[in-house]
């Protein structure tokens, strides 16, 4: 079994940047894919970013240019970098790891892009 815990989201005015955190409970060099979703109000959830192994990263469409996924083995974490944030980027943001064929799940942080 996988814990995930995420952290740093909050509110940030259109424009600005943020940096989320997912701390896993074990070495993440076991979970061969790490990534981040979102999910808005009434709005189906949402894929926007992936990380392998291998350090390789997708981004969907939406965030594409705008956001940074990394890994810190040491740390045992996942980040990303959100930049030129916008009012559209409102919503919960959930880590998640696959790990022996099974997705894990962070119990989200809320990130709200408002002036």
């Known amino acids: 079994q996988v814990q995930l815990v995420e952290s740093g989201g909050g509110l940030v005015q259109p424009g600005g940047s943020l940096r989320l955190s997912c701390v896993a409970s074990?070495?993440?060099?076991?979970?061969?894919?790490m990534g981040w979703s979102r999910q808005a109000p009434g709005k189906e959830r949402e894929y926007i970013a992936t990380?392998?192994?291998?350090?390789?990263?997708n981004y969907a469409d939406s965030v594409k240019g705008r956001f940074t996924a990394s890994r810190d083995n040491a740390r045992n974490t996942v980040d990303l970098q959100m930049n030129s944030l916008k009012p559209e980027d409102t919503a919960v943001y959930y880590c998640?790891?696959?790990?022996?064929?099974?997705?894990?799940w962070g119990q989200g942080t809320q990130v709200t892009v408002s002036s």
């Open positions: 990380i392998r192994s291998d350090g390789s990263t």
């Open positions: 074990r070495s993440i060099f076991s979970i061969r894919t």
């Open positions: 998640y790891g696959l790990y022996e064929s099974t997705r894990y």
